[in-house]
């Protein structure tokens, strides 16, 4: 699986770091965003991005403690090793974070081949990181953004969650309930002053790609509109500007070249 890797979450409860980056904050206004997923690509880029900004950053993450730590050495965040599928990691998680003005759910792994082919252990897998992470980790911030009446989440779904994919079926499946799942919450959460939106980005250069072949994505770049493929970079833009826009919820914003319009 090209969303994964080798390394393992166990006896890892904590891994903090902390630099120089974020002291650019305003104190009492300094935001708290937490980032799930955000040791690497478009998570790491939001990272930061917000860093950048003066945010105070939380990076959760399952795997890759060495990538996490560099993040949060980079950048001054502090990273949590945690399996956003798992619930009561979720809350602990967020235990120890306290109260947090932006949540990007970003964390998700993927899977390619036929239908037929897709074993209900993955396709369990998948809904429970890509929907199930978001669901347990929007549950553990609610409690204090309510309190607030205040906040910002960000899902990341895809384009394929728009239009769905070939050969990647579950992947946009949860991808499109990723879709749904943020337009009912900016509804239920607007009232609040809880605004929830998503992004959906197109073909992106990050460690999901790094197993599809040099000439599939040429092809892929060709098919694109502006002749390029996405950066990390370009989808934490579009990802800030959500967490920042007072007057938007509910919308997905597509960050894939002209890929997909709809």
Known sequence: NPAEDNNTCAGRAVCAAHGTALSRGNGANMKTVVITGG?????????RLFAGRGARGWVLYEKNHEAARAVARETGAQALCCDVADEAAVQRAFDTIGSADILVNNAGV?????????TPAEWRRLFA????????CV?????????????AIVNVSSMWGQVGASCEAAYSATKG????????LAQELGPSGIRVNAVAPGVIRTDMCA?????VMEELRQQTPTGTLGTPEDAAQAIAY?????????????????????
């Not at 197993?211 to 000439?215: F, I, L, Q, T, Y």
């Open 39 to 47: 040791s690497r690509g478009i998570g790491a880029a939001a990272v």
């Open 110 to 118: 993927c899977h390619y081949g036929l239908i037929s082919q897709i």
């Open 129 to 136: 990181v890509n929907v199930d992470g978001i669901y347990n």
């Open 139 to 151: 549950r553990a911030v609610l409690p204090q953004m309510l309190q607030k009446q205040s906040g």
């Open 177 to 184: 309930a990723v879709l749904a799942l943020t337009k009912a």
């Open 211 to 215: 197993s599809v072949a040099p000439e």
């Open 242 to 262: 959500l967490a920042d826009a007072p007057f938007v919820t509910g919308q997905v914003l597509a960050v894939n070249g002209g890929f997909v319009i709809t």
